[in-house]
């Protein structure tokens, strides 16, 4: 059997108050047809379908209008979508009742029976084109604290899957599992990733899955990448960009073929790039006059609005330049870009958290760690240990996740 691995969608998703959805749109149109030319007969999109937990409406009809036509154009075709960190549960499972057609399983939350976490709730059969029953898929969705067994920590975890994989087997088909989360050994992309703990971990072990599992669909990381573990373990990453830090990774999706005995190969198919990503310099920083520079010579083919490319600028300052703004603009002036924001690397200066503030433009980066850092240094001259940051972190990361109460009964 064929399925595609996607993930990271992020529709909704807003740059600096610029909107992604013409390349959301992009890209569905794209994987619209490659479903069809591949003969796909599962999609897996592993989280992160949303940028929010409250998604716009705009963003909401993206999604059910790519389904509806993903099924209608394809007659055996069977799509699971689990919840990411950045989904709320119960808003992604809200259209459940309706679809009673079966071959769209929507897993936001744990399931759960008679209150209870039920793991094995997550496993849904795969059928190939001739309508037979081909693999069992674990459909776990990113677990949030009230999904694990208490006390546990990250055992929990394996626990979990454990149970689901038990509860697979007994179909004696290829297993594939999914999930949203952060392993050991994942290249991070720090920008766009909000840090999860689950268990209380930042990242997991990939001895959490078996071997005997043929696939392993992950979502979070939004770089494609395998990971080393047991089995063939991967995140097929986001489908574009979602900051300055991805613009140069080749986004993918992953087709992958399970033979009858289990074995998983994988194909990887480049996601075409919509609208271009540049940055200048392309890294670090340089002073203002080389950056104008650059601008000037950066030459764009005059374009649609909605497909001009995005630009971050980094420039060095010694010392305040109150016309920065102005001059950035200036040598920019008739060129189609979109310009996110320009960041000021103040060199020679001590850093204090008074200072960042007074500056409105970084504000963007003042990240709640960096806060919390500096106020620790302010209050007490020195920075939080390890285990007060990590804690510190978790807490952030609780009150970023859409709640787990939002989930149907
Ligand atoms: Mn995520």
Not at 160 to 182: D, K, N, Q, S
Not at 209 to 219: C, E, K, N, P, Q
Not at 238 to 265: C, K, L, N, Q
């Amino acid at each position: 059997m064929r399925l595609i691995h996607t993930s990271d969608w992020h529709l909704g998703q807003e740059l600096h108050d610029f909107d992604r959805g013409p390349e959301h749109d992009a890209f569905l149109a794209w994987l619209l047809l490659l479903v069809r030319r591949v003969e796909a007969d599962v999609l897996v999109v592993t989280g992160d379908i949303y940028d929010s937990g409250n998604p716009s409406v705009p963003a909401q009809s993206r999604l059910y209008r790519f389904l509806s036509r993903a099924l209608a154009l394809n007659d055996c075709l069977q799509i699971v979508l689990i919840g990411g960190n950045h989904d709320s549960p119960g808003r992604l499972e809200l259209p459940r009742d309706l679809l009673t057609e079966g071959r769209l399983r929507v897993v936001g939350a744990l399931p759960r029976t008679g209150g209870r976490p039920d793991s094995g709730g997550t496993v849904v059969t795969l059928h190939d084109r001739r309508g037979d029953a081909s693999a069992s898929c674990v459909a776990m969705p990113f677990l949030r604290a009230a999904d694990l067994p208490p006390g546990m920590g990250a055992a929990g975890v394996r626990a979990l899957y454990a149970e689901a994989v038990e509860h697979a087997r007994a179909a004696r088909l290829p297993i594939i599992a999914t999930g949203h989360m952060h392993l050991h050994g994942g290249e991070i992309s720090e920008l766009s990733e909000r840090r999860i703990y689950i268990g209380g971990e930042a990242a997991l072990s990939s001895e959490l899955f078996d071997s005997d599992i043929s696939y392993v669909a992950l979502g979070h990381l939004h770089k494609p990448q395998r990971v080393a573990g047991p089995t063939l373990i991967r995140y097929a990453g986001s489908p574009f960009p979602m900051s300055v830090v991805e613009r140069a990774y080749e986004h993918s999706v992953a087709i992958v073929d399970i033979d009858d005995s289990g074995t998983a190969t994988i194909d990887l198919m480049p996601i075409p790039r919509h609208v271009a990503f540049l940055r200048v310099p392309d890294e670090g920083s340089s002073t203002l006059e080389a950056v104008e520079d650059q601008l000037r010579m950066l030459s764009i083919d005059a374009c649609a609005l909605d497909r001009r490319p995005f630009l971050e600028v980094s420039v060095q300052l010694f010392t305040a330049e109150p016309n920065l703004g102005r001059r950035i603009e200036e040598a920019l002036a008739m060129k189609a870009v979109r310009l996110l924001r320009v960041e000021r690397q103040k060199l020679g200066g001590d850093g204090l958290l008074a200072d960042v503030i007074a500056s409105k433009s970084d504000l963007v980066d003042l990240k709640p760690a960096d806060v919390f850092r500096r106020l620790h240094q302010q209050q007490f001259r020195t920075d939080p240990d390890e285990e007060l940051s990590a804690l510190f972190d978790e807490v952030v990361a609780a009150a970023l996740e859409p709640a787990r109460e939002e989930q149907l009964a």
